[in-house]
């Protein structure tokens, strides 16, 4: 239970990475009022936490009826995290966790960010909607590690709430520097995390 917990708000908060989102959004919204800047983080959080609780509940669901196994959701959940971790350790942007440069330059051009591209992709982007899939169906039909795995993806949509909150303060605080050891680091465990994946896909696959 213990474990489940940590596994996923470590993997959770790592894929949806509170951090960079503020940072990301302390850009975006520099000509913003605070009150502006307040509604816009508390809107995209709840929309965010919205879609990611969908694809916590229906996500396993949909993959049973596109016949998709258990161990190869794992093996491919792994591998898009390892990438997306690979991508953190060596500081590089991609679509899985980030904006592209194309989306960030859409996103400069609106008053309103809270639904695109805070929302999606930067918070609730196709790294967290696939970690919110591969954690609750790990869980394999057990409801009580099930909550514990929502209550977790919970607790990290505070997070980054609070984090969007401050997200000025924290910019100036950490620095570009400060903010890419955090990620380097970030995806270091991502990185083991989604080996561990691939490893318990192949093993239950029956391949090993």
Same mark, same amino acid.
């Given at each position: 239970? +213990?474990?489940?917990?940590?596994?996923? +708000?470590?993997?959770?908060?790592?894929?949806?990475?509170?951090?960079?989102?503020?940072?990301?959004?302390?850009?975006?919204?520099?000509?913003?009022?605070?009150?502006?800047?307040?509604?816009?983080?508390?809107?995209?959080?709840?929309?965010?936490?919205?879609?990611?609780?969908?694809?916590?509940? +229906?996500?396993?669901?949909?993959?049973?009826?596109?016949?998709?196994?258990?161990?190869?959701?794992?093996?491919?959940?792994?591998?898009?995290?390892?990438?997306?971790?690979?991508?953190?350790?060596?500081?590089?942007?991609?679509?899985?966790?980030?904006?592209?440069?194309?989306?960030?330059?859409?996103?400069?051009?609106?008053?309103?960010?809270?639904?695109?591209?805070?929302?999606?992709?930067?918070?609730?982007?196709?790294?967290?909607?696939?970690?919110?899939?591969?954690?609750?169906?790990?869980?394999?039909?057990?409801?009580?590690?099930?909550?514990?795995?929502?209550?977790?993806?919970?607790?990290?949509?505070?997070?980054?709430?609070?984090?969007?909150?401050?997200?000025?303060?924290?910019?100036?605080?950490?620095?570009?520097?400060?903010?890419?050891?955090?990620?380097?680091?970030?995806?270091?465990?991502?990185?083991?995390?989604?080996?561990? +994946?691939?490893?318990?896909?192949?093993?239950?696959?029956?391949?090993?």
């Amino acid at each position: 239970m +213990f474990k489940t917990a940590i596994v996923a +708000f470590m993997t959770l908060f790592v894929t949806v990475g509170p951090i960079d989102v503020a940072a990301m959004f302390a850009a975006l919204t520099s000509k913003n009022t605070s009150s502006q800047r307040r509604s816009m983080a508390m809107k995209g959080s709840l929309i965010a936490t919205a879609i990611l609780l969908v694809f916590s509940i +229906f996500g396993e669901r949909l993959l049973g009826h596109l016949g998709i196994s258990l161990p190869a959701l794992r093996t491919a959940g792994g591998i898009l995290l390892l990438l997306i971790g690979i991508d953190m350790v060596f500081a590089r942007s991609s679509g899985g966790t980030t904006t592209t440069d194309d989306e960030s330059r859409e996103a400069a051009l609106k008053s309103d960010i809270s639904v695109f591209p805070l929302a999606t992709p930067l918070i609730a982007g196709p790294g967290a909607m696939g970690a919110c899939i591969l954690l609750t169906a790990d869980a394999e039909g057990n409801f009580f590690l099930k909550l514990i795995v929502m209550a977790s993806m919970l607790a990290v949509m505070a997070v980054t709430l609070l984090f969007l909150l401050i997200a000025g303060r924290l910019q100036r605080l950490l620095g570009v520097t400060g903010l890419q050891v955090i990620t380097r680091v970030a995806g270091v465990l991502l990185s083991a995390l989604a080996v561990q +994946f691939i490893f318990d896909g192949i093993r239950s696959s029956g391949l090993a």
